[in-house]
């Protein structure tokens, strides 16, 4: 079950998995391990309290996978909240049942993460320093590795157990293939042009003076560990690149390339070893007169290479037994082979493509070798420096100047920027997220910031501005706009409902429509996924429900631009299974399995909450 995690990482509980060890480590929700002091709990789940500080790293996990979508960070932290209850739930109970991973599962998994690798493989110097960066011991991270395996061991015994039955596939595709007939009118937002009154203005500020303000904002100073200037102090001398030269010889040396054609006799129950050996004799004499590819394609019995010529590509050594490689390797460019035995049978073989090995001298490369050697001493330094950073950062976390001093980095500073947008080195937006963490707004040193595998960064903070109410002239224009597109909104909103009334009156639709100057747009046959509508438009058609005999279903829906649409929905039409569709059968057998599984995965889950001593005693607090 534990081996299919890797291919399965879309599950629920993926995300705790890869919050658990990804690099920053967000090691929250299993175990408390700093001093709450007297700090109240946020929430408890058994015996397991969670605290503001659980819920905030929590947040800044969750907040990542749902940038973008609009949600306030008050909702944000509310549902990270509820999804760290659900998984503690969740490993109390598969404590109490006994499940288990094993150590070896544990680190078999952890080995294979890239965060802990170097060129590929698993560096035990890189997984040991990045566990020191978080202030974490090996054995404190196996536990929670296999703690998170467990949960999703238990997630996958139940989704992986669910099937789908014809029913649940052909019920799939009527809802897949339905058809459904529409006819609509678009309501426009008409222009405003009564201004709204000062009273009005001044109303709407009071209401929503959150809007009208300047944006929290910090400067920080930093200091950057840079790969490139560590080359740069490399000392190079001619022993050192001619050492390295010799060690990295593979690396200036171009292969000798043979691409070689066989004609192949076999020895098998039909042909003998004698006749064989006489049939290629036999090829080898025709060859004087005819072209190899000619002669192959008449009499080898490597049917696959004979419609080629014999072609074989390029010549590989191991691919082949010794007796043939030997005499591939020693042929000129153009020569045929006399007959070579091997397991198969005896081969005519043929060098259609000579290109001799090369080896640059030291002196031909010396400018390459210069920039590998000073890359690689380079690397060397900025790990070891990077290590140094982490520690120092950290024994030091109320300033940066034991860092500059020890390391000589030159301590900088940025300009104010928010969380949304910087300039310099605030332009990345690791580096925003680091400066607006609890961590450093309460005057720590950030942990060091990776930037693109060459580029180490700390940051503190340097001056921090909170948000501020702007003046209610400085943003009395902007007001307006507002008050004049929600006015306009309103009036398309009220257009829509009288001209839904009419037709559930018992209007006709092209009447309805001649009477308020507006288009009638009819849909005939619209299918699911395959609509050309606007997507919220094409969503509402399909859950809108079916018409009740021959009185259609009127609904309204609203559009992103602010129109509204009043859409007739006259006719359902059930969907069948095509021809296509079967071909993919399994598939469909396959997805709608995993949806039901995962559906029940999620009702067991609910339920085992319902049971379990959950207690909710504050809600969690915005930063």
């Known amino acids: 079950m534990l081996t299919k995690i890797r291919e399965k990482s879309q599950g629920t509980l993926a995300w705790v998995i890869l919050t658990l060890i990804c690099v920053p480590f967000a090691l929250w929700g299993i175990n408390n391990y700093l001093d709450t002091g007297g ?24 907040s990542q996978n749902l940038q973008g979508m609009g949600i306030d960070e008050q909702t944000l932290k509310a549902q990270a909240l509820q999804k760290l209850i659900k998984d503690e739930v969740l490993l109390q109970y598969v404590h109490a049942e006994g499940l288990v991973s094993t150590d070896n599962e544990a680190r078999d998994f952890v080995k294979a993460l890239p965060y802990f690798q ?12 990045l566990l020191a960066s978080q202030k974490i011991s090996s054995t404190e991270f196996i536990n929670r590795i296999k703690n998170a395996l467990t949960m999703e061991q238990f997630q996958h015994s139940t989704v992986d157990s669910s099937f789908a039955t014809p029913y649940d596939v052909e019920g799939f595709f009527k809802i897949q293939n339905q058809q459904r007939d529409v006819e609509m009118i678009t309501v426009p937002v008409q222009t405003v042009v009564e201004q709204p009154t000062d009273e009005e203005v001044s109303a709407y500020y009071q209401q929503h003076q959150d809007a009208y303000q300047t944006p929290e904002q910090v400067s920080v100073d930093y200091v950057e560990l840079v790969l490139e200037d560590l080359v740069k102090k490399v000392v190079v001398t001619d022993e050192k690149l001619k050492a ?55 009499v080898s019995d490597d049917k696959l290479t004979a419609k080629k010529g014999g072609d074989l590509g390029l010549f590989n050594l191991g691919a082949m037994e010794k007796a043939f ?30 290109v001799p090995g090369n080896i640059r001298s030291f002196e031909s490369a010396k400018d390459d070798v210069n920039k590998a050697y000073q890359k690689a001493q380079a690397e060397n330094a900025f790990y070891e420096a990077g290590e140094r950073l982490t520690e120092l950062s950290y024994e030091h976390p109320d300033n940066l100047q034991t860092v500059s001093e020890t390391l000589g980095l030159k301590v900088q500073k940025t300009a104010l920027f928010t969380k949304d947008k910087g300039e310099g080195v605030a332009a990345d937006e690791k580096i925003r997220n680091a400066a607006f963490s609890e961590e450093v707004l309460q005057g720590n040193n950030s942990a060091p910031i990776e930037q693109s595998g060459e580029r180490l960064v700390v940051v503190r903070l340097l001056e921090h501005k909170t948000a501020a109410k702007k003046e209610l002239a400085e943003v009395k224009p902007a007001i307006v706009a507002v008050i004049l597109k929600d006015k306009a909104q309103r009036f398309a909103v009220e257009k829509a409902k009288q ?20 288009a009638v747009k009819t849909e005939k046959a619209l299918v699911r996924g395959k609509s ?66 995962q559906t029940e995965f999620n009702q067991v889950l609910n339920s085992l909450q319902t049971e379990a001593d959950v207690e909710v005693i504050r809600k969690p607090q915005a930063q």
């Open 532 to 597: 050309k509508l606007p997507e919220a438009l094409s969503e509402a058609i399909f859950k809108a429900a079916k018409p009740v005999g021959d009185k259609a279903n009127i609904f309204v829906i609203g559009l992103p631009s602010g129109e509204q649409m009043v859409v007739s929905l006259s006719k359902v039409v059930p969907g069948v299974m095509s021809e296509e569709d079967k071909k993919q059968m399994d598939l469909a057998k396959k997805n709608i399995a995993n949806a039901l599984g």
């Open 39 to 62: 700090e109240a709990p946020v929430a408890s789940v058994g015996d397991k309290d969670f605290y503001q500080k659980d819920v905030n790293k929590a947040y800044e996990q969750y």
């Open 325 to 354: 490689e030997d005499s591939a390797s020693s042929l000129k460019l153009g020569e045929v082979s006399n007959p070579v035995k091997s397991a198969f049978g005896y081969h005519l073989i043929k060098v259609t493509e000579l």
């Open 244 to 298: 390295f030269y010799d060690e990295q010889k593979d690396q200036y040396t171009t292969p000798e390339r043979r691409k070689i054609s066989h004609i192949l006799i076999a020895i098998n129950d039909k042909t003998t070893e004698k006749a064989a050996l006489e049939k290629a004799l036999k090829a080898k004499q025709d060859l004087v007169t005819k072209d190899f590819s000619a002669v192959a394609a008449e």
């Open 499 to 518: 001209l839904k009334d009419s037709l559930e009156a018992g209007k006709a639709i092209d009447a309805v429509a001649a009477e308020n100057k507006l």
């Open 118 to 129: 170097v060129e590929g493989k698993f560096s035990d110097k890189q997984y040991k320093a």
